[in-house]
């Protein structure tokens, strides 16, 4: 080897060549001593047969490296393919999603000149962890999982984020208020990981008003940390308000590997024609960068970029109409800019290298204390039976299973759609299929497994069917469930 650091890249599809050759352009002419290894992914691989749109030997490349700073690719329309992107987060552990949104005023049309914010979006939990049953006629279920050491890893990247790029504040969006156990138990964490961090702001907002107020004046923001859904939904939003979605780059970055990326697509119908904008690309890299110990060519790279904007050297995505150059041209613009700041714009700086040290905090795993020391004592309180009914009313259902909850149990409420219906239920509210029969145990903690098998049989031998179990735990003597709306 050459003492070059390798890098996996994708040149990917549509626009992705041009912008990746412009791209490594200028980080390679800022002196960056890296050495790319190329691997095809994208709709070639997927028309070839691989429903994931990458072959083995990618993945080697990959696995070795560790770094991957890929270009677009185009998902050909039809069933049958996996998202790339999906695929390559859940395969490398990809749990932290990085999404700055900068405004470029009055270089780039925005209605919030003062912006600069990051998004950092938990990438593996939550509901795409995609655990899915349709349990009755009536009624879907999508599972939403959110777990401690996934939170508290999240928690500390937000943290240590914050620190290794200087910035001040972090704020914590969650829906608490209604989802108390699941995002109660990622705002609790993230209070506490902040706790660690006395140097950094810690704020916290439910995730509505929150949102709001971010797409109001998005300048009172600095690092944003959010559960998946609402990263997802809220990385896209910051990111259009910027006025900038095609100069946006993202990394996604776990404890074996780290992939950086433009957030827009392919853009097909612009391909091959020397006109797409590599900024997003661009950003990408510069964030590879920093990860890869270069912090030095990043902020090299990052002034020249900035410096060209300035300038109004524009690809026709922000020109908007106004003269313009193409790919090939703005790469050489940021180039001959190497070694200038910006005078309007901030300049960046990202520090002395790192490489051949110990690489910066955010390469090495997080550590997860506060889950490990988490060892509550759990029993087992009873169980919540899913029933498929159709016939019984509330009352029937209620009187029968009070018959059949045996010596162990008692049956404490039926909740329909997570509203109580039995014992005294309103006949105003509606009643799907789909039955939530709650057993606790008389006496709390003493439900045995035994208990709750003895206990379906007797369902079943009454003729009813139970579509789904849910146990029910004390944890430390506290209720391990919610209760139902109405109880
Ligand atoms: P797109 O982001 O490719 O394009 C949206 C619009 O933005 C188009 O008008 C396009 O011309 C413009 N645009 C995007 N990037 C630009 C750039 N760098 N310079 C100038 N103009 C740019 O979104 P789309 O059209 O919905 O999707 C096209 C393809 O990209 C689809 O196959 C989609 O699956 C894929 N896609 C891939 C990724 C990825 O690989 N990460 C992400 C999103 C979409």
Redesign the pocket.
Known sequence: MSGKIPITVAR?????PE?MDATLHIILEAGAPIEPEFIEI?EKVYLAGHSAGITDDAWESLRRTKVFL???????QGGGFKS??VTTRKTLGLYANVRPAVSYHPFVPTKHPGMDVVIIRENEEDLYAGIEHQQTPDVVQSLKIISRPGSERIARFAFEYARQYGRKKVTAFTKDNIMKMSDGLFHEIFREVAKEYPDIEAEHWIVDIGMAKMADTPENFDVILMPNLYGDIGSDITAQIAGS??LAGSANIGDHAAMF??????????AGQN???????LHGAIMMLVHIGLNETATLVHNAWLKTIEDGVH???IARGGPSVGTKEFAEAVVQRLGEKPQQLKAVDYGKNTVGGEGGPLQKPMPLTLSKSYNPKRELNGVDVYMYNTELSPEELGKKLEELAGPEFKLTVISNRGVKVYPEGFPETFLSDNWRCRFEAREPGTATRAGIRALLERLENAGLEWVKLDNLYLFDGQLAYSLDQGQ
């Open positions: 990917g599809d549509g626009i992705g912008i994208g890929k270009a677009p690719i185009t998902t050909p790339l992107n979605v095609g990326e433009a957030i827009h697509g392919s853009a097909p119908r612009r006109l797409a904008n590599p900024s997003g690309l690809t026709y995505d």
